[in-house]
């Protein structure tokens, strides 16, 4: 069957928002079209622990068109890719929609704004980043994997002002709205919810040595329960509405052209509304020694105390640290990475919320193999350990936690994720794409194990078709 397009009220308030942005006189503007056409397979192999395997295969087509206009003080860019999908296995045909916008505009030689708008319609849990704000943290946050194929739309509006002070100083205040909702569908899956964030990011250069930087962001969260018994009740159990608290502290020191050294703080704060979630603290401080051996080559080594503490728990006292080099050759780069510190996930589109300690291995390595091919890979690995609040006694891994009533879960999960891609170009404007991609998940709570192969094969076309 034949879904509609979905054209939430959002989108239209922040399109009209991003064109008082844009200036109107041709004279000194410079405007290019490109569009482009693409066809792509997608098949999705998922294997559940103790559920049905989840099986899927895709054709679609998109249509794309890219249009870029600058002026001398404002600069203006859409980009819309909506696609029509057909679903093989379930014989359905479903329209997915990807609008980008954008549009900068200087009010003054010191001040200027940003605006940007993101609409995501798909069933594949991958998120956009390209519409992250600089301002925010984590201002689209990623989507949980655990669900597999699950239609949703999702829309991020970001407006940034920026203002030049001083030498090399900067003061930017940000707003994030994100929206993310189920598609229609009698199978709701992501846990809807609304995201509201206002942040102030200050960079303040003392002079050449020394530099300050300092953000502080404010989260508020909406959520809508879309759990069975919301569904037959009508009623909501319980209230995950929450409030977060970031900051972030870093003075750098410039120690000598290749070496920089840091000192750097990071507060986060989660307090729900509902009595029975746990609210929690996390401070986290680290020294970072970031050292260019040459122009290709980056080592950071950083390390430091944390302490988090979650309501009706004892804290725990533990460590943050990161190592990471990285190299960049003239036909490609390689980056490997360990990290290990605290966060606060509550936006994943699952119930799952609160405080998470992590261990995060990274390999990325990109490569140019002839002037028309390229390959790309990556493996991560992720440790994950978590605390949930529960509303049953049946798990052997659920306790109370000292004094209150609350019933909480400690369990672990293990991710490991590892992908490659190959891209030629031909006839100028074309490009071919495979890529494969395969992901698992262990955990102590079996419902959440998962193998997941996925292999997307794609053609397509791009060409600048005019400008003026």
Known sequence: MMTSMLTPKPLLTATLLLLTFFSVNAQARVNIVNTGLSFSYDLDDRKNEDKDDDNYQSLAITPKIHLTST???????????????????????????DLFLTAERSISKNWRLTATDSLLRTDHYESST????????????????????????RNTFNLTSEHL???QS??????????????????KTYTDYDRYTGSITNQHRFNQKWRAITTLSVVKGTFDDTSPITLLTEESPLSDDLMEYRLRLTGE?????????SLSYNYIGTRYDEDLQVDGNVHQAQLRWTHNYSRRTEIILGAGPSYEKAEGQDSNIGGNGVAQITYKG???????GIEKHYDAENFAGTEEQGIVDKWETQLNADYQILASLRINGRIRYTYEDRTDTRDTLSDSLASTAPGSDIILEEYHNDIFV????????????????LEYTFSKQESDRVSDEYDDHRILVSISWAQDIFSW
């Open 71 to 97: 002026g001398l003080k404002d600069r203006f860019e859409i980009r819309a890719s909506p696609s029509i999908k057909y679903d093989i296995i379930d014989s359905e045909t479903n329209w997915d929609n």
């Open 130 to 153: 390209r519409s992250d704000s600089p301002t925010t943290q984590e201002s689209t946050p990623e989507l949980s994997a655990d669900f597999g194929r699950a239609r949703y739309w």
């Open 165 to 167: 002070y001083g030498q």
């Open 170 to 187: 900067t003061l930017n205040f940000g707003f994030d709205y994100n929206i993310l909702r189920n598609d229609e569908s009698e199978n």
């Open 253 to 261: 020191n410039d120690f000598s052209r290749q070496t920089t050294v």
């Open 330 to 336: 003239q036909r490609g780069s390689l980056t490997f």
């Open 418 to 433: 590892s992908g490659i891609g190959l891209h030629y170009s031909f006839l100028k404007d074309y490009t071919a794409n």
